[in-house]
C-alpha cells in the first residue's frame, strides 16, 4: 500500500481552463475553490487553425493576476486545460503507410476525419510517420 504512494502523483494545486469566455481557475486546497475570470473579447479565438491567442498581453495579464505568489520558492505543481478544437493529437496505426507525401497526409486527414469534432480538410494536420519495429 505504501509503494503505491510513490508511484502515485498528487494533484496539481492549481488548475486553469482557458476559454473565449475567460479563465475558470481552481485552487486544490483541501476545500477546493473555484473562480471564472472573464477576458476582453477577441482576447482568446478557439480555431485549429490559426493562432488561438490574439491578445498575448491581455492574457498573459490575466494569468499573472490569477497565480498566486509563491513566497517560499518551492515547485508548485498546476494544470493548464486547453479548448479542445485549439489541438488534436492522435497516434494512427497502419498495416501499409504510402511512400508520396500527398498520399501520406490523404490518408491521415481520410483517418482523423470520424474522429475530430471539426472539419480536417480546413484544419491545419502535421504528421509523423514513426516506422514499426523492424521495418
Not at 508511484?7 to 486553469?16: E, V
Not at 482557458?18 to 475558470?24: K, P
Not at 486544490?28 to 488561438?52: C, W, Y
Amino acid at each position: 500500500m505504501q509503494l503505491a504512494s510513490v508511484f502515485k502523483d498528487p494533484p496539481p494545486a492549481y488548475a486553469f481552463e482557458l476559454s473565449q469566455a475567460g479563465i475558470a481557475s481552481a485552487d486544490m486546497a483541501k476545500t477546493p475553490q473555484t473562480e471564472f475570470h472573464p477576458l476582453t473579447p477577441g482576447t482568446i479565438l478557439v480555431s485549429p487553425l490559426r493562432d488561438n491567442i490574439l491578445m498575448p498581453d491581455e492574457l498573459a495579464a490575466a494569468v499573472r493576476g490569477l497565480t498566486p505568489a509563491n513566497g517560499n520558492r518551492r515547485r508548485r505543481d498546476m494544470a493548464l486545460i486547453l479548448p479542445d478544437y485549439c489541438a488534436r493529437v492522435a497516434v494512427l496505426d497502419f498495416d501499409s503507410f504510402p511512400t508520396d507525401a500527398k498520399e501520406q497526409l490523404s490518408l491521415v486527414r481520410f483517418r482523423m476525419k470520424k474522429s475530430v469534432p471539426f472539419d480536417v480538410e480546413a484544419a491545419a494536420v502535421g504528421y509523423w510517420a514513426q516506422p514499426a519495429a523492424g521495418g
